[in-house]
Nanobody
Framework: QVQLVESGGGLVQAGGSLRLSCVAS????????MGWFRQAPGKERECVAA???????YYADSVKGRFSISRDNAKNTMYLQMNSLKPEDTAVYYC????????????????WGQGTQVTVSS
């Protein structure tokens, strides 16, 4: 069983930055693919970024060049550095984990955090 806890959300002005963290329990963190999703009111949950066990990353087109995903296996922690934030980035951000990279990107991951709110004001 893996438990995920996100933190780092908040209110920021457009153009600002935030760094989200996702701390995972369990001893198999390094073997899991991890991802960040977001869901805005009235919209479907979308994959923002993902990173597999080897460090290969994926980014949605809407965040390429602005967001950066990373992981520190020694700390069982994944990060999402968000720069040049826009009002349309406002959403609840969730982290997820699964042994299967494809499942993560398809929003079918086994383990999910509770979410952290990110609000970007114009």
């Amino acid at each position: 069983q893996v438990q995920l806890v996100e933190s780092g959300g908040g209110l920021v002005q457009a153009g600002g930055s935030l760094r989200l963290s996702c701390v995972a329990s369990g001893r198999t963190f390094s073997s899991y693919a991890m991802g960040w999703f977001r869901q805005a009111p009235g919209k479907e949950r979308e994959c923002v970024a993902a990173v597999n066990w080897s460090g290969t990353t994926y980014y949605a087109d809407s965040v390429k060049g602005r967001f950066s995903i990373s992981r520190d296996n020694a700390k069982n922690t994944m990060y999402l550095q968000m720069n040049s934030l826009k009002p349309e980035d406002t959403a609840v951000y969730y982290c997820c984990a699964d042994a299967n990279r494809v499942a993560v990107q398809a929003a079918l991951a086994t383990f999910w955090g509770q979410g952290t709110q990110v609000t970007v004001s114009s």
